[in-house]
């Protein structure tokens, strides 16, 4: 059973930064994403690595302030977030899906992912 666990999440002023951490137990050859749900929103994909080769898929919308990373020692991806605004407010969820080494393509819907974290929250006010 694979679990995942977010952290880093919490308060940051307009223009701040935050990393928040993913960490996977389980071994497997995944790909993990992170996503994110605003207030009265859907669940929208922000970007995914894959863990093996460090490969990844990003949505347009956030190219330029996040950044994703992993450290497979650890089996954690990172999601950097950088100039941070009141819109990127949301509960921040990393979820991970297995068997996806065959092509190159990376999973980047919701439903092609079966492993979720509990979410943490980001909040951006002064």
């Known amino acids: 059973q694979v679990q995942l666990v977010e952290s880093g999440g919490g308060l940051v002023q307009p223009g701040g930064s935050l990393i928040l951490s993913c960490a996977v137990s389980?071994?497997?050859?995944?790909?993990v994403a992170w996503f994110r749900q605003a207030p009265g929103k859907g669940r929208e994909v922000i970007s995914c690595i894959r863990m093996s080769a460090g490969r990844t898929y990003w949505a347009s919308s956030h190219l330029g302030r996040f950044t994703v990373s992993r450290d497979k020692d650890k089996n954690t991806v990172f999601l950097q977030m950088t100039r941070l605004t009141p819109e990127d407010r949301a509960t921040y969820y990393c979820?991970?899906?297995?068997?996806?080494?065959?092509?190159?393509?990376?999973?980047?819907?919701?439903?092609?992912?079966?492993?979720w974290g509990q979410g943490t929250q980001v909040t951006v006010s002064s």
């Open positions: 389980g071994s497997g050859n995944y790909v």
């Open positions: 979820a991970a899906d297995e068997g996806w080494e065959m092509g190159a393509y990376l999973p980047r819907f919701e439903y092609e992912y079966h492993y």
